[in-house]
């Protein structure tokens, strides 16, 4: 069985393959083996979701007007703009779709956290 990642050359160990960096999905055989895989992006993507809420959380205190009415069209298409890069297979306007879904998300869980204290 070949590993789906990319092996990087410049990696010190012989022979070592990059396992942050996106897989051939051409090399993942089973089903099984791509949930495993998918599982673990899943688990790396919570915390990183968690995160990012938390700062969005920060912004909506710090900014004059917070939370849903002072969402910035602008801002967003920063965002799914910079992040397009690293996404090609997803491209602009899926990211974008996503990107509004995880910041509309954000904004909910702050506006909850604001309304508990
Ligand atoms: O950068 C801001 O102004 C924010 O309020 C943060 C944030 C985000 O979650 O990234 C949230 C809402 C805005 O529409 C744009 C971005």
Not at 33 to 49: F, G
Not at 68 to 86: D, F, K, Q, W
């Given at each position: 069985?070949?590993?789906?990642?990319?092996?990087?050359?410049?990696m010190?160990?012989?022979?070592?393959?990059?396992?942050?960096a996106?897989?051939?999905?051409e090399?993942?055989?089973?089903?099984?083996?791509?949930?495993?895989?998918?599982?673990?992006?899943?688990a790396?993507?919570?915390?990183?979701?968690?995160?990012?809420?938390?700062?969005?959380?920060?912004?909506q205190r710090?900014?004059?007007?917070?939370?849903?009415?002072?969402?910035?069209?602008?801002?967003?298409?920063?965002?799914?703009?910079?992040?397009?890069?690293?996404?090609?297979?997803?491209?602009?306007?899926?990211?974008?779709?996503i990107?509004?879904?995880?910041?509309?998300?954000?904004?909910?869980?702050?506006?909850?956290?604001?309304?508990?204290?």
């Amino acid at each position: 069985m070949s590993c789906p990642f990319p092996y990087d050359g410049r990696m010190e160990r012989r022979g070592s393959h990059d396992h942050a960096a996106t897989p051939d999905p051409e090399k993942i055989t089973t089903v099984a083996e791509a949930r495993e895989l998918i599982d673990a992006v899943d688990a790396q993507l919570a915390v990183l979701l968690e995160r990012r809420a938390a700062l969005s959380a920060a912004v909506q205190r710090l900014k004059p007007v917070g939370g849903y009415p002072g969402r910035s069209p602008g801002r967003e298409r920063e965002i799914v703009e910079a992040m397009s890069a690293h996404a090609p297979r997803l491209g602009p306007e899926r990211l974008a779709l996503i990107m509004s879904a995880v910041i509309e998300a954000g904004l909910d869980a702050a506006a909850e956290d604001r309304s508990r204290a």
